[in-house]
C-alpha cells in the first residue's frame, strides 16, 4: 500500500518517496517520510513524554504472616479482677487431739480399741455394712482382736458417743473421720413400727429411722456388763445388757408437796415436771429456769441426750395422771441442745423417741428438769 502524506498518493508516480526527495535539502518545517509500514512522527510528538500507565491498587506482598489483629500491649498487662485468694488444700483426716475421755484400751490385736471413760463403753472400729439384723448378728458373734462380748449399741448410746466426742477422737487403724461421715445402726427398734430402726450420722449428731433391710454402717460396743450376759440391777431399775435395750421398772414419786406429781428416772436421778405451756425455745429455756414447781425451784431445759435417756428408760411406762400422760408424750419437746446452725435446736418426740432440729422461733411442747 502506498503511504498518504497530506492526502496525496504517490502511487500513481511509479517511484518511491526515497527517488523523489533524494538530495534536496529538507525544510526545518517539513515532514519526514516514514517507510513503508513506518507511522509518521511529528516533532510535538518526539518531544512528548512517554506516559506509563498506573498500576490499579497492587497486591499487598505478604510472606505466610498474618496480620496480628489487637496485638496485646507489652508494656500494659490487663489487671487482674477479683484474683481467687489461695487456699491450702484441706488435709483428709488431719490429726487431732482426742478428748481426754477416750481412751486406747487395746490389749492385743492390730485394731485399735477406744473406750469412752465417760461411758465406760469400749467402741470396735468400723465393720463391714449391713441391715439391721445382719449388723445385729455381726456384733453378737464378732471376735475383735480376740475379744468376744460385743453388741449393736442403743440409740443413747451412739448420741452419747457423738456429745463425747467420737468425731474428734477418730484415728487411723479404728474409725477414720471418712468412716464416721455415714449413718449407724443403733439396737433400737422404732417404737411405731418395729419394721424400722433408729440410725445416727456421727458426722453432725442427726438421728433418724429407716427400714430394718436397708444396708448402713455397724459398730460395736462392749462394757464390763457386756462381758458377762447377764442382767445387771440398779435401783429402780432393770437394764438387759445383751441386747442393749433398757427397761425400767419403776420411776419413782419424789413429789414432797404440792399437787402434782414429780417422777424421777433412777437411772439418771433426774426429776422430771409435768408438761408445761407450749414456748418458742428461748420462752422454754426462760420457763424453766423461772419455775417453781410444788415449791421447789431449779428447773431447767433438758438436753437431747436426756430426753432420749427419758425415752430409752421408760418415760411412756410411766406415764399417769396428775404428771405426764400418755396423750401428753405424743409431741414434740424442746431441748436445751443447739444444733451447729445455732438458729435451730433438737427436739424429741417423748411417743418414739424420734429426734430432729427445728427453727428456735417456732412453738414446742415444753418440760423441765433438775
Known sequence: ?????????????????????????????????ASPGATLQTAADANAEVETPAVVNPPAVVVNAPAVVNPPLVNN??????????IPPTAVNPPVAAPSNWVDVTKVGPNLTLQDQLTGLSWSN????ATWQGASDHCGTLNYNGVSGWRLPTQTE???AYAHGIKIAARANWMTLANIQRNFWSASSYSDDTNYAWLLYFENGYTHYSNKYSPFGVVCVRSAADANPSVMTTTGATITTTTGTTTVATWVNVTTVGPNLTLQDPLTRLSWSNRRPDATWQGAIDHCSALTYNGVSGWRLPTDKELLNAYDHGIISAARSNWMTFADMQTYFWSASSTSLTYLAWFVYLGNGGLDATNKGLSNSVVCVR
Do not use: Q
Request: aromatic share 8%; charged share 10%.
Open 1 to 33: 500500500m502506498a503511504a498518504a502524506i497530506f492526502g496525496i498518493s504517490f502511487g500513481n508516480y511509479g517511484c518511491s518517496n526515497e527517488a523523489k526527495f533524494a538530495g534536496m535539502p529538507m525544510a526545518a518545517e517539513e515532514l519526514p517520510v
Open 77 to 86: 498487662p490487663p489487671a487482674v479482677v477479683n484474683p481467687p485468694a489461695v
Open 158 to 160: 451412739l448420741m452419747n
Open 126 to 129: 468400723m465393720r463391714p455394712n
